[in-house]
Structure formats: structure tokens, C-alpha cells
Nanobody, 127 residues
Framework: QVQLVESGGGLVQAGGSLRLSCAAS????????VGWFRQAPGKEREFVAA????????YYTDSAKGRFTISRDNTENTVYLQMNSLEPEDTAVYYC????????????????????WGQGTQVTVSS
């Protein structure tokens, strides 16, 4: 059974930090790529960051560059999203998603690329 379990969300003041975790198990492929997406109320789910299996390739949406860092520990089957300098606009439910590795960088930002999703963790940033 595939499980992606996010944790680490919460309420933080603007300028603060949170670290999200995504623990994966039961994936049907041995070298998954992992992405983080978020969905704010009334908005579509959007790409935030992604990382290749080796960690050698990382991708960020423009608003996350310089503030967020995605990393992974393959010995723990866990991917992290360190979020610094949080802004009220970052308030959303954050989801991690997993897919088989791909050579094509453009795939990492596409929701349709990821067949497996977690249940999400709420991040609320107060002003």
C-alpha cells in the first residue's frame, strides 16, 4: 500500500520558518522523484518544489526560490521542505507527491506527472 505522509505544518508568524516532511512507503518504483505542491482556499493546486531521486536536481517555483529548500534522505525515505521567510501568501495546504524518475525536467512541475499524493498538511502564516 502506497503511503505519503506529510507532517510539520502549523501556524507561524510572517518571517518565520517551518520544515515539512514527507515520508514515503510502498511506492512501486525504486527511485522516485518527489514534488511539493500547495493549494490555497479557492485556488488551484500549484507547484512549489521538486527533487530528483539523487537529489542532484531541484526545481522551485519563482516565489519559493531563495526562501524554500527541498532535500531528501533516501535512507529514511523522506523528503523535506525547509521554508524560511514565510509570508501570509504561503498559507495553504501543502501536499507531497511521488512519481517514477524522469529525465525530462519539465515533468517535475506538472501535477499530472505524479500518480501518488499525500493527504496534505496545513500551513498558516499570520501577518
Amino acid at each position: 500500500q502506497v503511503q505519503l505522509v506529510e507532517s510539520g505544518g502549523g501556524l507561524v508568524q510572517a518571517g518565520g520558518s517551518l520544515r515539512l516532511s514527507c515520508a514515503a512507503s510502498g511506492l512501486p518504483f525504486s527511485r522516485p522523484s518527489v514534488g511539493w505542491f500547495r493549494q490555497a482556499p479557492g485556488k488551484e493546486r500549484e507547484f512549489v518544489a521538486a527533487i530528483s531521486w539523487s537529489g542532484g536536481r531541484t526545481y522551485y517555483t519563482d516565489s519559493a526560490k531563495g526562501r524554500f529548500t527541498i532535500s531528501r534522505d533516501n535512507t529514511e525515505n523522506t523528503v523535506y521542505l525547509q521554508m524560511n521567510s514565510l509570508e501570509p501568501e504561503d498559507t495553504a495546504v501543502y501536499y507531497c507527491a511521488a512519481s517514477e524518475s524522469t529525465y525530462y525536467s519539465s515533468e517535475y512541475t506538472r501535477r499530472a506527472y505524479y500518480p501518488f499524493w499525500g493527504q496534505g498538511t496545513q500551513v498558516t502564516v499570520s501577518s
